[in-house]
């Protein structure tokens, strides 16, 4: 089993709470440098007709909460999903120091499929990324949710 595989799994299981609300299923947990969670969230767009409740951002949120600074020095993002341009911009304005995702978006990534935001070396902060973990997990409940929505 890789490292991430239970921070992984933790996000799965975020990612499934969106579905009860209608949200595309996507969740994402940080994890201070110890490796603890110390924040999680899913996507809340739908529940609160918020266009940047996306999970990743929530989780940072909320992480920047329980250490008390924006400064995520030494945290982990673990998402889902591949984050988007927004995502992107704010896991590098957090100071993340690495990024763990599950499936590749081919259509909006800004990790690895489009762009590759977070480690722009125009950019003030660059981090490690580690991309694919529990993939087929990840991209199925998201395969799932737009076959019933189509």
């Not at 918020?50 to 951002?57: I, K, N, R």
């Not at 935001?117 to 694919?132: A, I, K, Q, S, T």
């Not at 529990?134 to 799932?144: D, P």
Request: contains cysteine.
């Amino acid at each position: 089993m890789n490292r991430w595989q239970p921070a992984v799994e933790a996000a799965l299981i975020e990612a499934q709470a969106a579905l009860d609300h209608g949200d595309v299923p996507i969740g994402a947990v940080v994890l201070d440098p110890a490796g603890a969670v110390i924040a999680s969230a899913h996507n809340e767009r739908e529940l609160t007709g918020d266009p940047t409740a996306h999970a990743e951002v929530l989780a940072l949120r909320r992480a920047a909460e329980v250490v008390g600074d924006w400064h995520l020095d030494g945290c982990t993002l673990v998402a889902t999903l591949e984050p988007c341009t927004m995502c992107a911009g704010a896991i590098v304005a957090a100071r993340v120091e690495r990024l763990v995702f599950g499936a590749y978006d081919p259509k909006a990534g800004a990790v690895a499929s489009l762009w590759d935001v977070v480690r722009d070396p125009r950019l003030n902060h660059r981090l490690e990324v580690v991309g694919g973990i529990a993939e087929a997990e990840c991209a199925a409940l998201l395969r799932e949710f737009f076959s019933q929505r189509r």
